[in-house]
C-alpha cells in the first residue's frame, strides 16, 4: 500500500513538474495590441524610382550566378543594393537604398524572383523599411508584387507594389523602374 502511495505521489509530481515545465518554456502566447502600443492603422503611398545599375565602373547589381544561355536567362542570379530616388534622374534625391536579390525563376518568359528590402535613409521614414517578395515578369507594363512585412515605421506592414520600367538600356542592362508602393501599417 505504501508502495502504490509512493509511485500516485511520484506521477503527480511528475505530471505537476512537466506541466510546470511545459508553461515555463512555452514559446509563443497570445497578446493584445495594447501592449505594443499599436495606434490605428494606416495606408502610406511611396513612390519612388529604383536604379539598377548592372554597367560601368560602379555597378549596384552584380551576377552572382550566370543563367542558362537560353532566351529567358533561367538560373541567373543578382544581388543589388541600389538607389532609391524621388525622381527617375540618377542625381535625384536619394531617399534610401533597395538591397536584395533578383533571380530570373521562369523558363517560358523572362520572370524574376525578387526578394528585397527598401530601406530608407532620409526623412519621416530614416531607418524603417518594406520588404518586397515576389513574381516580376520584366517584359510587362505594369507588374504588381507583394509587400510581406516591414521595420521601423513600416511594423506589421503589408501591401503590394506595383512597378514600371521607365528606362532599360540593352547594352549595359541598368534599368531604372518607377514603384508606386501601398503599405498598410500602424
Known sequence: MAAKLAISCFLLLS??????????????SN????VLRLKKEKLTHL???WHDVVGG?????IAVLPGLSNTTLFGLVNMFDN???VGPHPKSQLVGRSQGLYASAAQTEIGLLMAMNFVFTSGKYNGSSIAILGHN??????????VVGGSGRFRFARGYAQARTQFFNATSLDAVVEYNIYVLHY
Not at 15 to 28: D, P
Not at 31 to 34: D, W
Open 83 to 85: 538607389p532609391l530616388t
Open 15 to 28: 505530471m505537476a513538474m512537466s506541466s510546470a515545465m511545459a508553461a515555463e518554456y512555452s514559446f509563443a
Open 31 to 34: 497578446l493584445n495590441p495594447k
Open 47 to 49: 513612390h519612388l524610382y
Open 57 to 61: 565602373n560602379k555597378p549596384t547589381s
Open 137 to 146: 515578369p520584366i517584359l510587362n507594363t505594369v507588374r504588381e508584387m507583394p
